[in-house]
């Protein structure tokens, strides 16, 4: 069973920043193909944020983010991060912590609230 763990979301004024927290198993983080970040606004379809291959050679962002979300993830400690900054009031959205172990990413956690005050 993969079970994937979001903490850190929060309430932050825009311009603030947030880090965003993934735990897993050890067996999930050692033998998922990557691990992501997608996102979820009020009224909205679930958007990629960010995301980070096993060995962290591919990484890749969504154009929205690119220069102020950095993703990165601690072997040694099954953790997966979002640093966020300069936090804008569109980045008000549910974030979740996802794992691909084939060309999809499969498996959810429940999801941390970010909202960004204007």
């Known amino acids: 069973q993969v079970q994937l763990v979001e903490s850190g979301g929060g309430l932050v004024q825009a311009g603030g920043s947030l880090r965003l927290s993934c735990a897993t198993s050890?067996?999930?983080?050692?033998?998922?193909?990557?691990m992501g970040w997608f996102r979820q606004a009020p009224g909205k379809d679930r958007e990629f944020v960010a995301d980070?291959?096993?060995?962290?050679?591919?990484?890749s962002y969504a154009e929205s983010v690119k220069g102020r979300f950095t993703i990165s993830r601690d072997n040694a400690r099954n953790m997966v991060y979002l640093q966020m900054n300069s936090l804008k009031a569109e980045d008000t959205a549910v974030y979740y912590c996802?794992?691909?172990?084939?060309?999809?990413?499969?498996?959810w956690g429940q999801g941390t609230q970010v909202t960004v005050s204007s």
């Open positions: 996802a794992a691909k172990f084939t060309t999809m990413y499969e498996f």
């Open positions: 050890r067996r999930t983080f050692s033998i998922s193909y990557a």
């Open positions: 980070i291959t096993r060995n962290s050679g591919i990484i």
